[in-house]
């Protein structure tokens, strides 16, 4: 069947016979990529004809938008960290199947009892590193994302070719979203489809927004002490598990209050968090898995219940470390 499609796809004078067939058919390169049925009901071909694949031994570095786009996705550039962003996005009411599909990944993957809705897979790719960063966002009652994920090794490495455009490894770059890739490097196919069972990720743990490595440690995701939550009595009264969100001291963070905190003078990052003083004594020390101890010293409207915020020394700092769940307990 696919020689059908290369011999059709090869043929530029055929564009009344390819209309009249129900599965479309648009390629002009020696490389034929097979979607099936990602978007649409139908399989289709790829147009890869501005920037022909580069191929390896074992894979195909491929344009990452026209890949993205033809398989349902997105594809974004962000050019200070040289990170290309895959994102798929997920309804479990979609027009496309691979957004469906999309939905079901998530609703297998282990949120740790969380209250969270999916919301999108990404995979970033760094210019010229042979590992890929894979996340499950969710959001959270307040709108917030929560991800889920780990970093993945990747055979081939992004790079930049064919007058600035860039190129990503297709099988690991579809892999990495759990889709099935077959990849015949000579003949020069390749067909991505959806699997036919639902294959979820294994090994992922919390991460915040822009961080490498997922937080995988129990202590860091349970909730009751039945789940496993650490209970040595050296950390002190457990509180539960918290929201912890990250600010600093300018006025998109801390609006007119500054560098200065409601009840201990000026914000100390990496000492001082804003809490609901309902929940957590103001001035009381605290013990948050994964970052140590911490003092109440502030407070904040938006700070309410198992919610801690905490100061740390920039905006780009706060906007990066994002939302994550951590265990607390009552030092003194």
Same mark, same amino acid.
């Given at each position: ?203 992922? /743990? ?33 509180? /539960? ?48 898995? /994964? ?8 407070? /904040? ?32």
């Amino acid at each position: 069947m696919n020689n059908i499609y290369k011999n059709l796809a090869r043929i530029g004078a055929a564009a009344s016979v390819i209309c009249s067939m129900a599965m479309p058919v648009s390629a002009h390169s020696d490389f034929l990529l097979k979607l099936d049925a990602l978007k649409s009901p139908v399989p289709t071909i790829l147009d890869l004809s501005e920037h022909e694949p580069v191929i390896t031994e074992s894979d195909s570095l491929v344009p990452i938008r026209p890949l993205a786009d033809g398989a349902g996705m997105t594809a974004s550039w962000d050019q200070p960290t040289q990170t290309a962003t895959i994102t798929l996005y997920s309804c479990a009411w979609s027009d496309y199947s691979i957004e469906r599909y999309a939905s079901q990944l998530m609703d297998r993957v282990n949120t740790y009892g969380l209250d969270v809705t999916p919301y999108s897979i990404t995979a970033d790719f760094r210019l010229n590193d042979d590992t890929a960063v894979l996340r499950y966002n969710y959001k959270d009652s307040d709108d917030d994302i929560v991800s889920v994920g780990k970093t993945v090794e990747v055979d081939e490495a992004a790079t930049l070719v064919n007058d600035g455009t860039l190129m990503v490894p297709l099988k690991a770059s579809m892999e990495i979203f759990s889709l099935d890739v077959k990849l015949d490097s000579e003949m020069m196919e390749a067909e991505i489809s959806i699997p036919e069972y639902v294959k979820t990720p294994a090994d992922m /743990g919390f991460m915040a927004e822009k961080q490498d490595e997922a937080v995988q440690t129990a202590a860091s995701v349970t909730v009751t002490p039945e789940q496993g939550v650490n209970m040595d009595p050296k950390l002190g009264k457990y509180l /539960g598990r918290f929201k912890i969100t990250h600010y600093c001291t300018c006025s998109s963070c801390n609006g007119g209050w500054g560098a200065k905190t409601a009840w201990a003078g000026g914000i100390i990052p990496g000492q001082t968090i804003a809490v609901d003083p309902d929940v957590i004594p103001k001035l009381s020390n605290v013990y948050i898995d /994964g970052y140590g101890y911490r003092r109440a010293e502030d407070c /904040g409207g938006g700070i309410k219940g198992n919610h801690i915020d905490m100061a740390v020394a920039s905006h780009s700092e706060a906007m990066s470390k994002g939302v994550v769940y951590k265990d607390v307990y009552l030092a003194d």
